[in-house]
């Protein structure tokens, strides 16, 4: 099993979104946490929403800090949120591949019901590309090098970018 950690600040949308996606996408091969460098302590209702929406599993989820990780050894970390990417993250993290797959957070989006649900809709979308896209990679034959590369890419590089809600 691969060991992913999908962080952002607040650890209550995106990263929750992600790691959901990941261990059902993945399942079997993938093995994926979410956490925060400042969490709020509570999961957004419009990410649980979302989950449930797309049939993924909405129990369990906490919004926890990456301090809860020092003891569990990870093989990516996978940043989505712009704050996250710029933090210094603990020395435990250093021998993971860092990845970042930034995204505008759905969270703050003001608007009517719909809009902030397409909103989600569209980050949870997003996510689901770009998993879908890491998981087609043969990620267990890869070096260090490679997965940093493919996978910054597949942020970089996708076409419906979620820059800006």
Avoid at 85 to 103: D, K, Q
Avoid at 123 to 130: F, G, K, V
């Amino acid at each position: 099993m691969i060991n992913v950690l999908v962080l952002c600040t607040g650890n209550s949308c995106r990263s929750v979104m992600g790691g959901a996606l990941l261990n059902t996408l993945g399942a079997g091969r993938i093995k994926a946490f979410s956490a925060g460098s400042h969490p709020l302590g509570r999961i957004n209702p419009g990410a649980l929403d979302t989950l449930r929406r797309h049939g993924l599993p909405t129990e369990g989820y906490t919004s926890q800090s990456w301090d809860a990780f020092a003891e569990q050894s990870m093989a990516i970390v996978i940043t989505v949120c712009d704050n996250a990417a710029g933090e210094t993250c603990p020395a435990y993290l250093n021998t993971a591949v860092r990845v970042h797959w930034g995204l505008a957070d759905p969270a703050h989006l003001e608007g009517t019901d719909e809009e902030i649900k397409a909103a989600f809709d569209k980050t949870y979308s997003t996510l689901e590309r770009r998993i879908k896209a890491m998981l087609a990679l043969p990620l267990e034959q890869m070096t260090s090098h490679e997965l940093s590369s493919q996978l910054n890419e597949i942020g970089k590089n996708d076409d419906q970018r979620v820059d800006s809600v």
